[in-house]
Every structure is written in structure tokens, then in C-alpha cells.
């Protein structure tokens, strides 16, 4: 493309619609070439047309090709299409010294392009434009004593300017038509974007369902090997959870697993990953963050499950978490890093549970983070 990098990826669309401009050209020029063998209009003439239609296309081609013509709006680019189109057809109206059909049925040509990209007010006054350069030419035939059938003449110019009527009209309705269009689009892409998104989450608490969850955390490996970032991974675990279901019932522990789940994404950065695991089991992915960060990070969502208060519970009933850590080595596979954060996790388990337990590299605990 004429363009790098973003420049490239936006011209290439412009490209594609010029197709249609080419196309568009290539109709004319087939029925200028069409009127000079049957006679309609001279053979020098079509020539000339064919000839100026081909450098007219040429140019806005190299136009879009160069990336140059993303400095403009796309519609202000093909109404300066149609206004060179317009004044080159006005130019072969005074060329050929009388009225051949062919003229009226090129503007048409052109117009019917403009009606497929442009909006009513833009080719309303494109359509004045060709009504007044096309009358001024017919105007000029006459005035320099060309022989002319009026009658002939009049009637084409009537009805071309019915035409470009007829087609800015139509120029509406069309646009209305892609209007709705586009907004169905969008609707669609909105609700297969809910879809997905509800698709990858877990309907009682809003996280990342575990396949989604892996699939995500091995692309961030991917990712952390590729540019030799940290990466850490937390495994969490409610504390006790099965004696609170067996005290306070099923309904009570999907009310402590939502209210976590909410607390642990108030708590975790954007970029951050946070899916169900399992039952009561939890994992955190956190991107671009070294073992100290995620330290820090699990202890704060830790203590702030701490001071969480759990209104279907009885009062005073404290609800906690044990965390484990550990931090992505290079060309370490997925599964291996959460293995370790899960070593860590069952070390701070059987050292009493509500704390942060981080693996070494050595798979050693680090010092561990506790309640007080």
C-alpha cells in the first residue's frame, strides 16, 4: 500500500470502493465505444472521452495508491469523482456539435455511482452541477450556430433532469436503507459480543469459566516468553467453605462465592485475569508483574476479603482466604506455573490458612503474609 503500518490498513478499504469508480469508468467508456461504432457520436470524439476517462480513473487510483487521498473524507473523494466526471461528459456534449443519446446515458452512469456511495445533500448539488454544465454546453452549441435539433435536444435535456432527479431521490431511500443496515450491524456485533462474553463467564459469579481462563493465561505466557515480561499466577481457595455451605446452606455459599468474586475484581487491575477454577478455587493471572507486585497484590485482596461483610452469614462470621503464588519462569509451560502457585497455596494451608504463601524459584516458600 502507499501507506505502512496503520496508514496502509486504512487506505486499503479506499482502494476496495475505487474498484467501483473503475468499474463505473469502464461502463462509460464501453458505451462511448459502443456509440462511435454504430454511429451515434464520432469516432474522434469517443476516443477523446475514452481517453480522458481512463486518465480520470488513473489519477484517483494513484490518488488512493499513494495514501494521499486519506487526507479527505471518503465522500469528498468520490463528489470530486462525479464533479470531474460531469464537467469531462459537459466538454464531450460540446465536442460532438449535436445531442447523441449516448451523453445522456453516461450521465446516468455516473450518477448511478453517486447514488451507491453518497448521501441526497451532496448529490443534489452534484446533480445541479450537471444540469447546468450540460445546458451550458447545449447553450454554447447554439449560440456558435451549430445545427442542432432543438426538439431532440430539449427532450434529452428534460429527461436527463428527470433523471438526476429521480436519482437523488433515490439517493435517500438508499441511504436511510444502509442506515438501518449499519445499525443492524452493529446490533448484531453487540449481542455476538454479549454472547461471547456470557459464554466465557461463570453464571454465578461473573469470572472467567476455567477453559477460557486457561486458554487466556497460556496465551499471557505466550506473550511473557515472547517479550520477556513477569508474569505471575495466584491460586485462591476459600477457607473452610464447605463447613459454611454445611452451616448456613447451598444458597449462603453461592451468596459468599458471588460477593468474593465482586470484591476480587474491585481489587485487580483491568489487565488482570480472574476466573472460577473450580468450586471454591479461584485463579488470578497478572500480566507485566513480578513475584514483589503479586505479593502485594494478593495480601491487599486478602485483607480486603478480611474486612468483608457477608449479610447472609450470621454476624461475626469471618470469611477468608488462602492465597499461593508463583511467578512464570521462562519457557515454563502453563500448567507447571500453576502447579507451583498450587504447592504454594497447600504450604500456606497447612500453616493455618488466610495468608499468601509465594513459591522461589527454588520451590522454597518465601516468607508468608498473614493476618495479623
Not at 457520436?41 to 490518488?63: N, Q, S, T, W
Request: glycine share 8%; with cysteine; net charge positive.
Amino acid at each position: 500500500m502507499g501507506e505502512k503500518g496503520n496508514g496502509g490498513s486504512r487506505a486499503r478499504p479506499h482502494l476496495q470502493r475505487s474498484y467501483l469508480g473503475a468499474g463505473a469508468a469502464a461502463v462509460m467508456a464501453l458505451v462511448l465505444a459502443l456509440a462511435a461504432v454504430l454511429e451515434l457520436i464520432e469516432p474522434e470524439v469517443a476516443a477523446e472521452g475514452c481517453v480522458a476517462l481512463a486518465a480520470l480513473a488513473a489519477v484517483f487510483y494513484a490518488l488512493l495508491r499513494s495514501g494521499f487521498s486519506l487526507r479527505f473524507a471518503d465522500p469528498a473523494l468520490i463528489a470530486a469523482q462525479l464533479a470531474a466526471a460531469f464537467l469531462l461528459l459537459a466538454w464531450l456534449t460540446y465536442r460532438a456539435e449535436d445531442t447523441p443519446a449516448a451523453i445522456p446515458m453516461l450521465y446516468m452512469v455516473a450518477m448511478l455511482y453517486g447514488v451507491l456511495r453518497l448521501e441526497r445533500t451532496p448529490l443534489l448539488v452534484l446533480a445541479a452541477l450537471a444540469v447546468v454544465t450540460h445546458g451550458t454546453a447545449l447553450f454554447m452549441l447554439i449560440d456558435q450556430g451549430h445545427r442542432i435539433h432543438l426538439p431532440t435536444a430539449w427532450t434529452q435535456f428534460g429527461a436527463l433532469a428527470a433523471g438526476l432527479a429521480w436519482s437523488v431521490f433515490a439517493a435517500g431511500s438508499i441511504s436511510r436503507l444502509r442506515a438501518h443496515l449499519a445499525e443492524a450491524h452493529r446490533r448484531l456485533h453487540d449481542l455476538a459480543e454479549e454472547a461471547r462474553d456470557k459464554a466465557s463467564r461463570d453464571a454465578l459469579t461473573g469470572a472467567l469459566h476455567r477453559h477460557h481462563l486457561v486458554e487466556a493465561l497460556e496465551r499471557e505466557v505466550s506473550r511473557a516468553d515472547r517479550l520477556g515480561k513477569p508474569l505471575c499466577v495466584a491460586r485462591v481457595d476459600l477457607d473452610r467453605f464447605r463447613s459454611l455451605n454445611e452451616t448456613f446452606g447451598h444458597a449462603a455459599g453461592d451468596a459468599a462465592l458471588r460477593r468474593f468474586a465482586l470484591v476480587s475484581q474491585g481489587i485487580l487491575r483491568d489487565i488482570d485475569l480472574f476466573g472460577r477454577y473450580g468450586g471454591k478455587e479461584f485463579l488470578v493471572v497478572m500480566p507485566d508483574t513480578d513475584l514483589a507486585g503479586a505479593l502485594i497484590a494478593a495480601d491487599r485482596l486478602r485483607a480486603a476479603l478480611d474486612h468483608t461483610t457477608f449479610p447472609e452469614l450470621r454476624a461475626g462470621y469471618r470469611v477468608s482466604c488462602t492465597i499461593g503464588l508463583a511467578q512464570h519462569a521462562r519457557n515454563e509451560p502453563a500448567g507447571r506455573v500453576v502447579s507451583r502457585a498450587e504447592a504454594g497455596l497447600n504450604f500456606g494451608k497447612a500453616a493455618g490458612r488466610d495468608r499468601v504463601v509465594a513459591l522461589g524459584a527454588d520451590g522454597a516458600p518465601l516468607p508468608a503474609r498473614h493476618a495479623a
